[in-house]
Structures are given as structure tokens and as C-alpha cells.
């Protein structure tokens, strides 16, 4: 009887324990992100976050480390790629330099919107990213979309083609800082992103390319209250994984991170689109003087800039003049 009451006993216990081995079980993976919070893009990825968490109960878990606390913008690419974090919230053109190819969707003045930059996140030039970015040891989850990069000015808005010669212009982009020079601008790369406000604010230059929403939490428009709308490019959002950490994960888990984050890009896609407008409206309530460049103006600086593309293409080998002439493809298709 004694072994009998022993034996219930150790049955009892190890029912006791299978919750908390169950719970032991389920595999974290670790998210490192930036920026606000409320930013709709931050919001639906939360929204992702508790769905994945939710199908994959039991299994794997995401956990977020937000605010930049783990890695900001600039090195996220680099922390991924060596496994320093499992998943990890990518500003593209930061990373620009590790795959060369990204820059085949933000070419200064090649997309005419955002519709047209969404179609090229997809088919085959979505192939070829991918395949540039697994080379560097990344994996492409879902994309994010901004609103597009227009030009802040302390001096007046911009009518035509003429009105950027000897303008001073902030840039961080070489590809930008080479067609500005194009047109007769004057670009300086030297004053940090973070320094930009000041170098406006003291007339230290004349401008500077953000986006409307960007612009607006960063109070751009302060200082540089000449705003024209030109759509010189539309920075993306990634959420990437380390791709030797994803290939270790089952296929089902796989496909159901991948899944329903990419049900959130076209979230990104409408919200950017009705960002702009709310925060156009504010700019302008706080005394902003908001334009657009006319046309036939911009398509004058898209003839010039198509030199630049080319040069970059080529450069960079098949792949990117395969990627650019798809792109192409995509924007002739459109007009």
C-alpha cells in the first residue's frame, strides 16, 4: 500500500509541474525597436506582436525592448545581422551601406508616390532584396511605409528648377547630395541629423529634406516654415530577423510571423497617406507655407536624376540594374 500512496503521489506531483514545464518550454524571441510609441507604425506592430504571441502560445513568444534601449536605427541592421537580437526594427537608409540593393526602392525622385514604392516591395524586385539582404545574414519579415521626403526651407518655396541654385541644402544622402549638386544646389553632408535644427535656426543653411510627419514632431517647420511637397523619396520601416536564428524556427512559426506581419504593411500604407494630410493642416495652423512643385519642375529633376540611378546600377551589378529597370517598369506602368 505504501508503494501504491508513493507512486499516486509522484503522479500528483508531476501533474502538478506540467504547467510551469509547459510554460518553461515556449522560446522568447527578442525584439529590439526605436521611436514613439504612438506612432501608427508602433501601434501596429504591438497589434502584431499580441497576435503572434497569441497564435504561437505555448511555443515562441516576442518580446518587445522598445525605445531604442537595446539599439537605435543607426546600428540595428548590424545587431541583427550578428545575432545580438533576434528581430530587430530597421530605418532602411541606415542600412543602405550593408545592402547596397535597398537603395533601389529610394532613389531621390524615381517613385512619383507611395503606391508606386509599395508595387516595388513585391514580385520580383521584392525577390532580389530579399536575396541581398539573406546574403548578409538577414531575413525580411514585413514592411513599414513612411510618408514621402519633401524640402524645408528657411527662405521661400520652391517653384521651379532654378530656385535650388546656390541653395544650402542638408543631406545625409550621397545619391541626393550628387543630383542637388545637379541642379545647381549646394548640399552639406557635414551637420549631423541631430544638428539640423539648430543649422536652420541659426541660418546656417537654408534647408533641409524630411518628411511632412517627421517634419512636424520634429518642429521642422519652426525654423523652416517654406515647405514644397516634391516626393523625393519615401523612406521604409523594416522589421527583419537574423537568418540563421529564423532558420532554426519551425515552418509553421515561420509562416506565422511572416504572415500577419505583412497584414500590417498596408496598414502602414493607409496611415502614412492620412498622416501626411492631419499633419499638413497642422503645419499650415502653425504658420507654415505649404506648396507643391509643379510637374513638368519635378520631372526636370527626374530627367537629371536618372543619370545617377543609372551610375548607381551599374555599380552595383546586375541585380541592381535589374531592380532599377523594374522599378521603372512599375512607375511607367502608372502614368
Request: charge should be positive; proline fraction near 4%.
Amino acid at each position: 500500500m505504501k508503494k501504491i500512496a508513493l507512486a499516486v503521489c509522484c503522479l500528483m506531483l508531476a501533474a502538478a509541474l506540467l504547467p510551469a514545464a509547459a510554460a518553461a518550454a515556449e522560446v522568447e524571441l527578442k525584439l529590439a525597436t526605436w521611436g514613439p510609441p504612438k506612432h501608427f507604425i508602433a501601434e501596429a506592430r504591438a497589434e502584431w506582436i499580441q497576435e503572434v504571441n497569441t497564435a504561437l502560445a505555448g511555443k515562441y513568444k516576442i518580446v518587445d525592448y522598445p525605445g531604442g534601449q537595446l539599439f537605435g536605427p543607426k546600428d540595428m541592421h548590424v545587431a541583427v545581422a550578428k545575432g545580438q537580437v533576434d528581430i530587430g526594427l530597421v530605418l532602411q537608409p541606415s542600412m543602405l551601406a550593408m545592402v547596397p540593393m535597398l537603395q533601389g526602392v529610394y532613389l531621390p525622385f524615381a517613385f512619383d508616390n507611395l503606391d508606386q514604392v509599395n508595387q516595388a516591395y513585391s514580385g520580383k524586385t521584392l525577390e532580389i532584396i530579399e536575396k541581398a539582404m539573406e546574403k548578409k545574414n538577414l531575413k525580411l519579415i514585413y514592411v513599414s511605409f513612411t510618408d514621402g521626403v519633401q524640402l524645408c526651407s528657411n527662405k521661400k518655396n520652391i517653384a521651379t528648377v532654378e530656385d535650388f541654385k546656390g541653395l544650402r541644402i542638408l543631406s545625409a544622402s550621397p545619391i541626393f547630395s550628387e543630383i542637388m549638386v545637379k541642379i545647381g544646389a549646394a548640399p552639406d553632408t557635414s551637420i549631423p541629423y541631430t544638428e539640423q535644427y539648430m543649422a536652420l535656426q541659426r541660418k546656417v543653411a537654408d534647408a533641409m529634406a524630411v518628411s511632412i510627419v517627421g517634419g512636424y514632431f520634429e518642429k521642422t517647420h519652426e525654423v523652416a516654415p517654406y515647405i514644397t511637397k516634391m516626393d523625393m523619396s519615401f523612406a521604409t520601416i523594416l522589421v527583419v530577423a537574423n537568418l540563421k536564428k529564423w532558420k532554426k524556427l519551425p515552418q509553421d512559426v515561420q509562416e506565422t510571423i511572416i504572415s500577419l506581419g505583412r497584414q500590417k504593411t498596408p496598414v502602414s500604407l493607409a496611415m502614412a497617406k492620412g498622416w501626411e494630410q492631419k499633419f499638413t493642416a497642422e503645419m499650415e495652423k502653425g504658420g507654415a507655407t505649404i506648396t507643391r512643385i509643379p510637374t513638368e519642375e519635378r520631372n526636370k529633376i527626374k530627367d537629371i536624376s536618372k543619370e545617377v540611378w543609372n551610375n548607381w546600377a551599374k555599380k552595383n551589378g546586375k541585380d541592381a540594374e535589374e531592380l532599377l529597370n523594374l522599378s521603372m517598369q512599375i512607375v511607367t506602368a502608372a502614368q
